[in-house]
């Protein structure tokens, strides 16, 4: 079992072209084809965590947030990032880092953080957009079951709840094969016509290649045409934040003491409370303060998230309860997340989950 192995697998959960502009998401140290001894799951890399690591023979640390988030010019000993850096490569172990692609599927940490809370019928708050694409193919009619049947399989056609999305239209192709060709059908230097498919179904971008090697594989011509359109559209399932609903109304104090007991919680800094009853919650882990209006819009009742700054607390307009509850207390459940996926996939390998605490923030109570 490779490195390699591991992070193909991770990226089918949450694929990298679905993190942000800014992040600095995937192997950050070491090298895809070496042979993985093991898998360390960390909410952050700290020298502790990868000496954790080394102890327990493992060479691979796959942590939510990135070890190195903007540019490097020195590695030097002087921080924190340098020295985690340097016992890392010494100790030939390899980082790993699933951040803002994990942050924007729904199943990712913010479905975690509403699986703790039991929220229902969940909707991503801001979906994001030019993620979606439409391929359009032309396929002889009797052969047309096989290759939308391998383009499903290859993971078009899914729309929400829905899967095996597609649209068939009926009509006549043309083609003169030339000197040189080896047509399906027809004959060389005649232009023939054929009954054809127009089949159209919608794919994430993330997929194009392996689609497109799908359908390649399936159709019957030897010069396959197809067209890759770029959409506008929304994916549902994918983009920032999310939007639920508690299974019972609940007054504000039970909501701040729901998340006080499913986060383990110290303390809370919230906003004034309004004195509704609370039956809708939107949330974002780790800063969230820019969703604040997109929260007010959904007509929540809570916005549960982190690191708001003083200023922030005022975009509430006595609306909305905004509940702030610390950027690792938000997604420390998000290691349980990784490590539920890979232990599932990976029966008879050793996943661990880190027992340093690498939560910064204390408090004096």
């Not at 975690?112 to 030019?130: C, N, S, Y």
């Not at 030339?178 to 060389?188: H, K, M, R, S, W």
């Not at 880190?354 to 939560?359: D, Y």
């Amino acid at each position: 079992m490779t490195i390699g192995s591991i992070i193909n697998f991770l990226e089918t959960l949450a694929p990298p072209s679905l993190q942000e502009s800014y992040d600095n998401s995937g192997l950050i140290i070491g090298s895809a084809q070496v042979q993985c001894t093991g898998i360390l799951i960390s909410l952050d890399v700290t020298e502790a965590v990868v000496e954790e690591a080394e102890k327990a023979g493992i060479n691979l640390i796959v942590a939510h947030h990135p070890l190195i988030f903007s540019g490097l010019k020195k590695i030097q000993n002087n921080n924190y990032v340098g020295r985690t850096v340097i016992k890392a490569i010494k100790s030939d172990i390899a980082v790993y880092a699933i951040h803002t692609n994990l942050d924007n599927v729904i199943q990712g940490v913010n479905g975690k953080i509403a699986e703790r809370l039991g929220l229902q019928k969940l909707e991503v708050l801001v979906p994001k957009a030019g993620m979606l694409r439409k391929l359009h193919t032309f396929v002889p009619t009797d052969h047309l079951d096989k290759v939308r049947d391998a383009l499903y399989a290859a993971g078009a056609g899914r729309i929400g709840n829905y899967d095996e999305v597609g649209f068939v239209g009926d009509g006549t192709g043309n083609f003169k094969a030339l000197p040189g060709a080896t047509p399906f059908v027809g004959e060389t230097g005649q232009r023939h016509y054929e009954p054809e498919a127009r089949l159209e179904v919608i794919y994430p971008t993330e997929i194009e290649n392996e689609l497109v090697a799908a359908l390649k594989s399936a159709h019957p011509y030897e010069e396959v045409a197809y067209d890759l359109v770029a959409l506008q559209n929304s994916d549902p399932g994918i983009g920032t934040g999310l939007v639920g609903e508690l299974p019972d109304e609940m007054d504000e104090i039970s909501v701040l003491g729901l998340l006080r007991e499913r986060f383990n919680l110290k303390v809370i800094r919230h906003t004034p409370l309004t004195g509704r009853m609370v039956k809708k919650v939107a949330l974002c882990g780790g800063a969230g303060s820019f969703l604040i209006s997109n929260a007010l819009r959904t007509g929540a009742e809570f916005f549960v998230t982190a690191d708001l700054k003083y200023h922030e607390f005022f975009g509430a307009e006595s609306r909305i309860v905004i509940a702030d509850i610390g950027h690792f207390e938000s997604e420390q459940f998000t290691c349980d997340l990784l490590f539920e996926r890979l232990q599932e996939k990976f029966l008879n390998f050793a996943v661990l989950k880190s027992g340093v605490e690498t939560n910064p923030v204390k408090y004096f109570i």
